[in-house]
């Protein structure tokens, strides 16, 4: 969002200029419960309450005080729900103004409305899974375009089609999420049609234990789980990635020497020691993840068992079998290949290499 407006709160025994008045606070600032007619107690949320403020949105028990300018220029949604009259106030269950202030009650969770109010003010270098999943799912509710489209870039920057831009991530998720948020990610990607995040989300999860079938606990204390099918992919996809990881090991480290080698027989003994190595230590190597890099994964012991040229072609041997796996990710996970704009291409099993 665009509009600047300063987080300094207005005293509080101040009355506003549009004749919304302030309720008075506590000693700690902090309001006393406020009833509707419902009987429902509701607070006033710490952080979004601005005395000048022009409308209360209402999630859960928690009521917002904030601009309605500023909700209705990123939100056509809210705008046209604006620029409707407001309904006088009466004795109905749910008061429709608080003190001259018109109230509009929403269904989100207080956690994520939250997370939208912050985005005018700040925007955190690494958000967490829950800014963006909140920024990404209101964005699409209220059609907040903007937030929408800067929560998928930042998504699709780490859960890539583009093999060399993945391989570049230092992790499986963006910097500021669990392990465990790749969960939400699929979740995300099937709510929005948004398939070109699947084959690296899937893949992530393919790298998860219990938590796999557990899912974790959102904020708002709900939990976030696979569907059941998106597990039975996972479940099914786990041995076919292993027997990747493990037929680029065995090609990778087949032992035959480069043409440029000067000591064949020496670096042809050096491949049959690192695949001894890999027998020895086969849960470091082999395993979900067929994209780890091998010589990394072996550590010092496989240095110097091959000169220069064989350990170049090993190399150049590990990056063509990977990008043969990346290939047919979709395949193995059992998705289709997704297409130029996220929707499924043709239900092409096929990977964008």
Same mark, same amino acid.
Not at 81 to 104: A, T, W
Not at 118 to 129: G, L, M, Q, T, Y
Not at 202 to 221: K, M, S, T, V
């Given at each position: 969002?665009?509009?600047?407006?300063?987080?300094?709160?207005?005293?509080?025994?101040?009355?506003?200029?549009?004749?919304?008045?302030?309720?008075?606070?506590?000693?700690?600032?902090?309001?006393?419960?406020?009833?509707?007619?419902?009987?429902?107690?509701?607070?006033?949320?710490?952080?979004?309450?601005?005395?000048?403020?022009?409308?209360?949105?209402?999630?859960?028990?928690?009521?917002?005080?904030?601009?309605?300018?500023?909700?209705?220029?990123?939100?056509?949604?809210?705008?046209?729900?604006?620029?409707?009259?407001?309904?006088?106030?009466?004795?109905?269950?749910?008061?429709?103004?608080?003190?001259?202030?018109?109230?509009?009650?929403?269904?989100?969770?207080?956690?994520?409305?939250?997370?939208?109010?912050?985005?005018?003010?700040?925007?955190?270098?690494?958000?967490?899974?829950?800014?963006?999943?909140?920024?990404?799912?209101?964005?699409?509710?209220?059609?907040?375009?903007?937030?929408?489209?800067?929560?998928?870039?930042?998504?699709?920057?780490?859960?890539?089609?583009?093999?060399?831009?993945?391989?570049?991530?230092?992790?499986?998720?963006?910097?500021?999420?669990?392990?465990?948020?790749?969960?939400?990610?699929?979740?995300?990607?099937?709510?929005?049609? /948004? &398939?070109?995040?699947?084959?690296?989300? =899937?893949?992530?999860?393919?790298?998860?234990? @219990?938590?796999?079938?557990? !899912?974790? %606990?959102?904020?708002?204390?709900?939990?976030?789980?696979?569907?059941?099918?998106?597990?039975?992919?996972?479940?099914?996809?786990?041995?076919?990635?292993?027997?990747?990881?493990?037929?680029?090991?065995?090609?990778?480290?087949?032992?035959?020497?480069?043409?440029?080698?000067?000591?064949?027989?020496?670096?042809?003994?050096?491949?049959?020691?690192?695949?001894?190595?890999?027998?020895?230590?086969?849960?470091?190597?082999?395993?979900?993840?067929?994209?780890?890099?091998?010589?990394?994964?072996?550590?010092?012991?496989?240095?110097?068992?091959?000169?220069?040229?064989?350990?170049?072609?090993?190399?150049?041997?590990?990056?063509? /079998? &990977?990008?043969?796996?990346?290939?047919? =990710?979709?395949?193995?996970?059992?998705?289709? @290949?997704?297409?130029?704009? !996220?929707? %499924?291409?043709?239900?092409?099993?096929?990977?964008?290499?």
């Amino acid at each position: 969002m665009s509009a600047r407006v300063t987080r300094k709160r207005a005293r509080l025994d101040s009355a506003t200029d549009d004749g919304c008045d302030t309720r008075q606070s506590t000693a700690e600032g902090s309001e006393d419960p406020v009833q509707d007619n419902s009987g429902s107690a509701r607070t006033r949320d710490e952080e979004f309450w601005y005395d000048d403020g022009t409308i209360i949105l209402v999630a859960g028990n928690v009521e917002f005080r904030v601009y309605k300018g500023i909700l209705a220029e990123n939100s056509s949604v809210f705008r046209d729900m604006f620029s409707l009259p407001q309904p006088p106030i009466s004795s109905s269950d749910v008061p429709s103004s608080e003190n001259g202030c018109p109230i509009v009650h929403l269904s989100d969770s207080p956690e994520d409305l939250r997370h939208i109010l912050r985005v005018p003010f700040e925007a955190p270098k690494d958000p967490s899974f829950a800014a963006i999943a909140a920024a990404a799912r209101l964005g699409h509710k209220y059609q907040m375009t903007r937030l929408l489209e800067q929560a998928l870039t930042y998504l699709k920057t780490y859960y890539t089609n583009d093999y060399d831009a993945w391989q570049k991530k230092e992790s499986w998720n963006p910097p500021g999420f669990h392990d465990e948020d790749a969960i939400g990610v699929v979740n995300l990607a099937r709510f929005l049609g /948004e &398939t070109s995040l699947l084959p690296t989300a =899937l893949l992530a999860c393919c790298q998860l234990g @219990r938590d796999l079938i557990n !899912g974790f %606990a959102r904020e708002d204390g709900t939990r976030e789980q696979l569907t059941l099918d998106d597990i039975g992919l996972c479940l099914e996809a786990k041995p076919r990635l292993v027997q990747e990881s493990s037929r680029t090991v065995l090609h990778v480290f087949e032992p035959m020497a480069s043409v440029r080698c000067l000591s064949a027989g020496k670096c042809r003994g050096g491949f049959r020691r690192i695949l001894k190595m890999v027998e020895d230590r086969v849960a470091d190597v082999v395993g979900t993840d067929p994209f780890r890099y091998l010589f990394k994964a072996l550590g010092a012991d496989a240095d110097g068992e091959l000169c220069q040229n064989c350990r170049a072609m090993a190399e150049s041997r590990e990056y063509a /079998e &990977t990008r043969r796996v990346w290939a047919r =990710l979709p395949e193995i996970l059992g998705i289709p @290949r997704p297409g130029p704009g !996220g929707e %499924a291409a043709g239900g092409e099993a096929a990977a964008t290499a």
